[in-house]
């Protein structure tokens, strides 16, 4: 079974943060405190915590390089035998390190395992993933196949929402990207007798792949 190396301080928080109970609420709410408390651990912990109770797969990456390794081995462990991948820059560096993708829209309807994408930025607050319109990966990559992967580095993690969408802001300026999506988890609903199911309007897993560039 394929297991991800990963950062044991921020994996051992996030196991320690996930065995915590859920806090208690008084009956009589206190107006008087703020919305959101303030940040105990530090934005890659609080976000990955999130991350992972939203039912997403959250591997770090010590460095492009080992993303590249652990992408091979998550390719070859999960069996995605089809990696769509559309952004330029992405398609260049996976070709650089020998991974294997397909990079056109042939038989995308027909083979899609995953679509692999980048993103806008990280929220640490909700722990959501930002994508936008305006990335080569376009709208259809990170919703129609069943696994929607992700690539990002730990210098896009951002406090809040409003955060976000100011980095945003920032990078397109006037040309602000004409769809934003806030991604928190692989696909799911309960419509339907109240019976949770996963992918029944998206992908059914959400897999991140952090590379940490705080060091570099």
């Known amino acids: 079974m394929y297991e991800p190396r990963s950062k044991d301080i921020i994996l051992g928080k996030i196991r320690e943060a996930l065995a915590k109970p859920a806090p208690f609420v008084p009956s009589t709410p206190n107006f008087t405190a703020p919305i ?21 797969t959250f591997i770090y990456c010590e460095s492009e390089e080992d993303f590249y390794d652990q992408l ?19 398609k260049e560096k996976l070709h650089a390190a020998g991974i294997v993708f397909n990079d056109d829209e042939t038989n995308f309807l027909k083979q ?13 607050r909700t722990g959501s993933i930002l994508v936008s319109g305006a990335s080569e990966s376009g709208r259809r990559l990170s919703i129609y196949p069943e696994k929607h992967i992700v690539v ?28 934003l999506s ?35």
């Open 36 to 56: 959101h408390p303030e940040f105990i651990d530090d934005l890659s912990i609080t976000f990955a915590t999130n991350f992972v109770k939203n039912l997403g």
């Open 72 to 90: 091979f081995l998550y390719k070859k462990e999960k069996a995605v035998n089809y990696l769509f991948v559309w952004e330029q820059d992405l």
């Open 112 to 124: 899609a395992n995953a679509g692999l994408t980048t993103c806008e930025a990280l929220i640490a």
């Open 152 to 179: 990002a580095y730990a210098s896009q993690l951002q406090a809040d929402i409003k955060d976000g969408l100011a980095l945003v802001q920032e990078k397109y300026g006037a040309d602000f990207p004409s769809m």
């Open 182 to 216: 806030l991604v928190s988890g692989p696909s799911r609903t309960a419509d339907i007798e109240k019976t949770l199911v996963m992918g029944a309007h998206g992908p059914k897993e959400l897999i991140l792949f952090l590379i940490d560039d705080t060091f570099q």
